[in-house]
Nanobody
């Protein structure tokens, strides 16, 4: 079955960096685009970044452009989210998503940006 396991979250000061990882299994990873979402307390889940099958095409929410970078390793079946210049408003649970015949989500990893 499809499994997505996020890791790498934590507490970081404003201006700091974190790299999130999402380890995927149960499907042919190199045939699907991958997406990171986030959900802050009291807010709806929002798309953060998407990466194409080969990694050649990426798209970002306006709020993270120039600060966040999505990448993937099709040998290791992992998708990454490098987050730089973090702001308190980036505080959220970050989720990995893939759409095959259904939409699958990981359990999420908490990112807290606070001094």
């Amino acid at each position: 079955q499809v499994q997505l396991v996020e890791s790498g979250g934590g507490l970081v000061q404003p201006g700091g960096s974190l790299r999130l990882s999402c380890a995927a299994s149960g499907f042919t990873f190199n045939r699907y685009a991958m997406t990171w979402y986030r959900q802050a307390p009291g807010k709806e889940r929002e798309l953060v970044a998407t990466i194409s099958i080969t990694g050649a095409i990426t798209n970002y929410a306006d709020s993270v452009k120039g600060r966040f970078f999505i990448s993937r390793d099709n040998e290791k079946n992992i998708v990454y989210l490098q987050m730089n210049s973090l702001k308190p408003e980036d505080t959220a649970v970050y989720y990995c998503n893939v759409r095959t015949f259904s939409s699958y989500w990981g359990q999420g990893t908490q990112v807290t940006v606070s001094s």
